[in-house]
């Protein structure tokens, strides 16, 4: 299917619910024959063979319904040539410490860590860390793949994502419009490893990215209100993958907690059956989840789709959730009086404005948001 085919959008209703919740499910996006194929192929795939780059899952959305309803919504992007191979073995809770530094089977929620992409994970010590917090980051970060070359931008995490996006260490996220994630078996039962999301915490993301920039220019952990460690989780080095702030406006008494009485919000699982898929924005906390109750491993093709006008001269394989770098954190070249991180600071704070197709919802939402405050 080539972009541009109106073959299929999501109707007024859907952008007005995507617009409001932040995810959208789009059903039977996929046909069943793609859908067998990238099965196939999985379960084809030698030991350590790495699929990424397959076509038979690029093919998801480069051949689906998908590519037309995100022209509609979104605009033009590339057609991805990669993908994040998503699949989760069933499994029952474990006694390892998670990115967030807390026990997986004292997770509540089938072990959601809620995050939003673009975001250093370095693997969680599986010991007790000891010493002062500064200690602490220094000796977390120094743990990651390239050993310890200090405080910069150049730090990179196990996920490939750097610390810092930018020279300057002003943004510490990286950035896209889009994340899609097509489902390839049955997910329509909580507990089969879904991908959870934190409904409307997508516009509360962009509010305190708007309140970051007005502090002093810097976004992301490490900015102003938001701490990069969490010195006080059970392995005292757990990412801080949400503000404070964010987390305590979604979580109420009746929130589950971990044994030492932290709250957590208690996110939505996305239910889908194979051929199904979801589009939700960037800004939206999401986390995999733990596959308890699955009869076969969770399977879900994951995209990160850009706008095209933000970076016309930049190519973007689908896979990255740090595009303004290298995959690796190589530093790309850009033409003059084009600053890549402040057009990403720019979509961060209005995270509307790339999305073409969406201006007529976005309006009415905001329309209706501003009669209830008043």
């Not at 810097?218 to 993958?241: F, H």
């Not at 939700?280 to 076969?296: F, K, P, V, W």
């Not at 790339?354 to 008043?374: H, I, N, P, Q």
Request: aromatic share 8%.
């Amino acid at each position: 299917m080539e972009q541009g085919s109106t073959l299929r959008k999501l109707t007024d209703d859907e952008k007005r619910r995507f617009y409001a919740d932040g995810y959208v499910i789009v059903r039977q996006a996929v046909p069943k024959a793609l859908v067998e194929a990238a099965r196939n192929r999985i379960r084809g795939a030698e030991r350590g063979e790495n699929l990424w780059m397959d076509t038979a899952l690029t093919d998801l959305v480069n051949r689906s319904d998908l590519t037309p309803v995100l022209n509609d919504a979104l605009g033009r992007f590339d057609p991805p040539s990669a993908c994040q191979v998503g699949i989760l073995k069933r499994r029952d809770p474990g006694e390892s410490f998670n990115n967030v530094g807390y026990r997986d089977c004292d997770m509540p929620y089938f072990g959601a860590e809620l995050h939003m992409d673009g975001n250093i994970t370095i693997r969680s010590p599986q010991e007790p860390m000891e010493g002062t917090p500064e200690e602490i980051y220094r000796r977390h970060i120094a743990s990651g793949p390239l050993g310890d070359i200090g405080r910069s931008a150049e730090v990179l995490g196990h996920n490939h994502t750097p610390l810092f996006q930018d020279p300057e260490m002003t943004l510490s996220l990286g950035s896209f419009n889009a994340f899609l994630f097509v489902c390839l078996n049955d997910q329509t039962e909580e507990g089969r490893g879904q991908t959870m999301v934190l409904p409307r915490s997508h516009h509360a993301s962009e509010q305190f990215f708007q309140w970051q920039r007005a502090q002093n220019g810097c976004i992301g952990p490490e900015g102003p209100g938001w701490s990069r460690l969490d010195t006080k989780a059970q392995n005292r080095c757990g990412m801080v993958y949400m503000p404070d702030t964010m987390r305590d406006a979604f979580t109420n008494a009746d929130s589950l907690t971990t044994p030492d009485g932290r709250r957590w919000p208690k996110p939505t699982p996305v239910l889908m059956e194979p051929g199904d898929a979801c589009i939700a924005t960037y800004h939206i906390l999401h986390s995999g989840s733990r596959n308890e109750r699955g009869t076969e491993s969770r399977k879900n093709i994951i995209f990160r789709i850009r706008n095209k006008s933000r970076q016309p001269g930049q190519v973007l394989t689908g896979i990255s959730d740090h595009p303004d770098r290298g995959w690796s954190g190589e530093w790309l070249e850009y033409e003059p009086g084009n600053n890549p991180w402040e057009r990403s600071k720019n979509a961060m704070c209005d995270q509307w404005a790339e999305w073409e197709g969406m201006a007529g919802a976005v309006a009415e939402g905001r329309k209706s948001a501003e009669t209830a405050k008043a």
